[in-house]
């Protein structure tokens, strides 16, 4: 397993945050994150979500925050053992990020016995959703809030009555295909056939057999990216004409790259942040603003470094409601402070804690891969 640590630190010209000031006079805050850095293609989310944490950290918290990384190599047991080590470490990491495995280290108990807050990252999961816990925050939605809105924009605002699904064959996929049936229900609808696939392999050969023959107006993918890309083409060779709409596991960019413009073109997908083109938006300016200049320009049309900048820039802000001018600033603080404070404006994107709500962004969108590649909202 290996460790980096980032520790932000020389320049001067941005105005330390004024409740974290005696803070830092004990020494900086320390934020641990386990994150796959290795490890395949876990590893490149990994990687472009640490990018999101430490840039922000970096430009907005500079010497205010020990930023230290832990490689799980996208292993739950190598989570778990990456957790317990940043709580062991001197100083000790106050706040903790998950990138993967997020369930594992929920089953371990780790944050209601350590009383540190757990931000998990790139999922949007009822199973570590419920049953509700006290330290952990969600700053996306969930994918059973995605799906409700996808059942609202189809059958609601556009009049489809034939639904179908392709669903991963675990706890994941089992939970969103009864969530897109509860919604069809309150609407007098059900699925016109719904076809697993084994997460293990996804292959989607067995299930685009079943799908690609039934009367369906639109087929909700309730699956990774690689399942719900290999199925976009899969589909679109075997001439399918329904609606495909995916939930925001399905990256836009990468289904571009790997499926080509025209194959993509016309597939939906909901996004639980929002545009990064839309600059006009305060926090999206300063996610471009803050990427160019750190140098990674590159970046700032990546939804996983926009979102781990967004999560971080939640703890910052909850560090500094936290600090209020003591020295002390430790997890529970955060978590308390967390809790109590009705609304956070991040800057045009908000979270709310408040009274045991654990979900704290609803925003969903439904986007459209245009001609030219590009996700529309």
């Known amino acids: 397993m290996h460790r980096r640590v980032f520790t932000q630190g020389l320049a001067a010209s941005l105005t330390l945050p004024w409740a974290l000031r005696a803070a830092q006079a004990a020494g ?46 996208f292993k739950p047991e190598k989570t778990v053992a990456g957790a317990r080590k940043l709580l062991a470490a001197k100083p000790a990491a106050l706040i903790s990020f998950a990138t993967s495995n997020t369930q594992a280290l929920i089953e371990a108990r780790i944050p209601q016995e350590s009383g540190v807050p757990l931000f998990p990252t790139r999922s949007g999961s ?64 059900k699925l016109v056939a719904s076809a697993p696939y084994d997460r293990t392999t996804s292959d989607i050969q067995p299930a685009l ?21 290999a199925f976009v083409q899969a589909y679109g060779s075997a001439g399918g004409h329904a609606q495909l709409v995916g ?11 790997e499926v080509g413009a025209e194959r993509a073109r016309g597939v939906s997908l909901t996004q639980v942040f929002p545009s990064l083109s839309s600059q006009s938006i305060p926090v999206v300016r300063e996610f471009h603003q803050l990427m160019v200049a750190a140098k990674k320009p590159e970046s700032v049309s990546s939804l996983a470094t926009f979102e781990g900048f967004l999560v971080a820039k939640a703890i910052g802000q909850g560090l500094k409601a936290a600090g209020g001018g003591s020295a002390a600033v430790d997890g529970r603080a955060l978590a308390d402070v967390l ?25 969903t969108e439904i986007a459209i891969i245009d001609s030219s590649g590009r996700a529309r909202y």
């Open 126 to 189: 009822q199973v570590i959703r419920e049953p509700v816990n006290p330290f952990v925050f969600h700053v996306r939605a969930g994918y059973s809030t995605e799906i409700v809105k996808i059942v609202a924009q189809m059958a609601g605002a556009i009049g489809i009555t034939k639904f179908a699904a392709l669903y991963q064959d675990d706890a994941y996929g089992k939970t969103g295909l009864a969530a897109l049936q509860a919604a069809l229900e309150q609407r007098k609808l």
């Open 339 to 363: 809790n109590r404070t009705p609304r956070w404006d991040l800057g045009g994107f908000d979270l709310s804690f408040q009274n045991g709500r654990r979900e704290g962004s609803l925003f």
């Open 209 to 229: 057999g079943t799908l690609r023959g039934v009367d369906a107006q639109v087929i909700v993918m309730v699956a990774g990216h690689k399942a719900a890309s």
């Open 247 to 257: 939930i925001s596991d399905l990256d836009p960019a990468k289904l571009v790259q």
């Open 28 to 73: 900086p805050v320390t934020v641990g994150m386990v994150v796959p850095l290795t490890g395949g293609t876990a590893a490149e989310v990994g990687k472009q979500v640490a990018l999101g944490v430490e840039t922000y950290f970096a430009e907005v918290h500079r010497g205010d925050v020990r930023l230290m990384l832990e490689d799980d190599e």
